[in-house]
């Protein structure tokens, strides 16, 4: 079974701080996927990012960018010189290879607010 | 840019009346799921559907509910006798492919039972 754990309930910031919200996962696949999710208080899910089990090559996007450690089974994600907008809940998610297709496991999700 | 396409955006139906959510996936894309989220609690995954069939389910999606694409477009969870602990937001979702792709979401129906 998988599990994914977000640790960090609520995180409150000021405008232009750096932010990392951490996220921990459990899996026996080997091949697995990582997702970020951001839930803006509109409600939606938006996707922000997927990775792979066999590419650890972290990335940047913009303000955004993932650190993704195999070894101690963490994806964070770190948002630089927050923004009022960035305030959101976001989600952590995990799926193996199924035939089933994106069947994701989710975190409870991580409260963010900025503040100006 | 595609969407996946929810309606309605808000449900409020009695205790023990059956609901219709509807969604239409993005168009080219051949997987689809719902996923639950109860107010204030993690989004769960309900059932995925490829081929014109269920492909895996949870513990939560019971004989209470069903899915269905009636035809090329739509993609409906049925709950046939609804319960106030199925209060939620539904979110339905679609991919192209089921390995090394994301799933986009619709902007999810709320479902109240009273």
């Known amino acids: 079974a998988q599990k994914v754990t977000q640790a960090q309930t609520e995180i409150s910031v000021v405008e232009k701080e750096d932010v990392t919200l951490d996220c921990v996962y459990e899996?026996?696949?080997?091949?697995?996927?990582l997702f970020w999710y951001k839930q803006p208080p509109s409600g939606e899910l938006v996707f922000l990012i997927r990775?792979?089990?066999?590419?650890?090559q972290n990335e940047i996007s913009g303000r955004y960018s993932w650190n993704f450690q195999k070894s101690t089974s963490s994806f964070n994600f770190t948002i630089t010189a927050s923004q009022v907008v960035d305030s959101a809940v976001y989600f952590c998610a995990l799926s193996v290879h199924y035939n089933a297709g994106n069947m994701l496991t989710f975190g409870g999700g991580t409260r963010l607010m900025v503040k100006p | 840019e595609p969407e996946v396409t929810q309606t309605p955006s808000h449900q409020v139906t009695q205790m023990g009346q059956e609901v219709i959510l509807r969604c239409v996936p993005i168009?080219?894309?051949?997987?689809f799921y719902w996923y639950r989220q109860i107010l204030g609690q993690k989004v769960e995954f309900l059932v995925s559907?490829?081929?014109?069939?269920?492909?895996?389910k949870s513990e939560i999606f019971d004989d209470q509910f069903s899915v269905e694409r009636p035809d090329g477009s739509n993609f409906t969870l049925k709950i046939r006798s609804t319960k106030l602990e199925d209060s939620a937001m539904y979110f339905c979702?679609?991919?192209?492919?089921?390995?090394?792709?994301?799933?986009?979401f619709g902007q999810g129906t709320r479902l109240t039972v009273v």
């Open positions: 168009s080219n894309h051949l997987y």
């Open positions: 899996t026996r696949d080997t091949t697995y996927y």
């Open positions: 979702a679609s991919s192209a492919s089921s390995v090394n792709t994301e799933a986009f």
């Open positions: 559907f490829y081929n014109n069939e269920i492909s895996e």
């Open positions: 990775r792979n089990s066999f590419d650890e």
